[in-house]
Structure formats: C-alpha cells, structure tokens
T-cell receptor, first 113, second 112 residues
Framework: EPEVTQTPSHQVTQMGQEVILRCVPISNHLYFYWYRQILGQKVEFLVSFYNNEISEKSEIFDDQFSVERPDGSNFTLKIRSTKLEDSAMYFC???????????FGPGTRLLVL | GENVEQHPSTLSVQEGDSAVIKCTYSDSASNYFPWYKQELGKGPQLIIDIRSNVGEKKDQRIAVTLNKTAKHFSLHITETQPEDSAVYFCAAMGRSNYKLTFGKGTLLTVNP
C-alpha cells in the first residue's frame, strides 16, 4: 500500500539556522499539506498546496516558512531562521482531492537548540 | 475558526470491553470528520471517517456516529484488543476545503 514518506526522521539544529524537511507524497495525489504538533499539544494545520501554489495557510505559517514542490515527487517545508518555538513534530500529508482523506507521513521531529 | 474538543484525554479498558471517545466541534459548516490512530513513532493513520450527510458509519469493530444538531461525533470500538492501544485523534474540516482541525487526542490503553 502506498505511503507518505518523510526525511529526516529527526533533526537537531541551532536557533537561527535554516532547515528543510522533505516529504514524498503518494504518487497519484494532488493535494499536499504540512501540519505540526508541539509536544503535548494538538496537531495544527500549517499549509496546503495544490497546482504548484499555496491554497491555504494558517497564521503560524509566516514569512519564515515556505513550501516547494521542486520536482514531480518531493514536497518540502523550509524554515528560514529557526526559533526555539519551532521545535515540534512536523507531519506531511497528501490527498487525491480537496475535502477528502488526508494520508499522513510518519513525521520529522525537529529540535531547535 | 473551527475548534474541536476531545474527551477523555486518557481511557483505560479491559480487553474485550468497548471504548467510546467523544468530540465536539464549533463550526456548523463542518462537513467531514475523520478519526486517526497514532501508534508510537508513527504518523496518524486514518481508521474511519464520516460526512455530514450520514449519521453513522461502521467498519467491523469500529463505528462513528455524528449528531449535527448537537455538533458532536463519537468513535466506538467494540471488543477491544491490546493492539488497539494507541492515541486516537478526531478532526473536523469546516468551511475550508483543506484544513483539518484536530482534537487533542485520547490515549487508549487496552489491558490484557
């Protein structure tokens, strides 16, 4: 069964550094998402991406964040200058259509020191 | 925006018993309600979902009920097994076509 994959599984970085989190969505899916979960808190929506552009973003997704689909398979989340409060588990998800099932990857645990 | 509350935060049952997890939502326009199971070290996995034009949906030992008037929906797991132990999340999709709003999760422990 096809799965969403994410790399790396864990990343430790220094405050102010740039990080890129990578995702490979399920191959015939057209809608791509990033969510995050700070330890002990809810899973929060960050951004959705369709047809090579952002379709919706949350207030968390400020100018420090960007997303890209650099080729036909990868979907990336870049955090330009990490802050301590960016430490969280970041989940990528994909879906065939809007308003339908979103399939989640295993997550990348980001720790900002 | 949408707000989803989930109860209880932890639930411990004996193997073979039933487990019920409840969620409420705030946006009456919400129309899609998935439930996810998250095992340790893994991402959320969809286990069942329901749309607002349906009151109940069942898949083997798992069922979801939706009460649109009261704006709440529930997950029912019957004949629980130790492998059902995990964190369960409810979610709702409101006016947005894309954004899922999650509950805080329920840690279910099934004791053998």
């Amino acid at each position: 069964e096809p799965e969403v994959t994410q790399t790396p599984s864990h990343q430790v970085t220094q405050m102010g550094q740039e990080v890129i989190l990578r995702c490979v969505p399920i191959s015939n899916h057209l809608y791509f998402y990033w969510y995050r979960q700070i330890l002990g808190q809810k899973v929060e929506f960050l951004v959705s991406f369709y047809n090579n552009e952002i379709s919706e973003k949350s207030e968390i997704f400020d100018d420090q964040f960007s997303v890209e689909r650099p080729d036909g398979s990868n979907f990336t989340l870049k955090i330009r200058s990490t802050k301590l409060e960016d430490s969280a588990m970041y989940f990528c998800a994909s879906g065939k259509r809007a308003q339908e099932t979103q399939y989640f990857g295993p997550g990348t645990r980001l720790l900002v020191l | 925006g949408e707000n989803v509350e989930q109860h209880p935060s932890t639930l411990s049952v004996q193997e073979g018993d039933s487990a019920v997890i409840k969620c409420t939502y705030s946006d009456s326009a919400s129309n899609y309600f998935p439930w996810y199971k998250q095992e340790l070290g893994k991402g959320p996995q969809l286990i069942i979902d329901i749309r607002s034009n349906v009151g109940e949906k069942k898949d083997q030992r798992i069922a979801v009920t939706l009460n649109k008037t009261a704006k709440h929906f529930s997950l029912h797991i019957t004949e629980t097994q130790p492998e059902d132990s995990a964190v369960y999340f409810c979610a709702a999709m409101g006016r947005s076509n894309y954004k899922l709003t999650f509950g805080k999760g329920t840690l279910l422990t099934v004791n053998p």
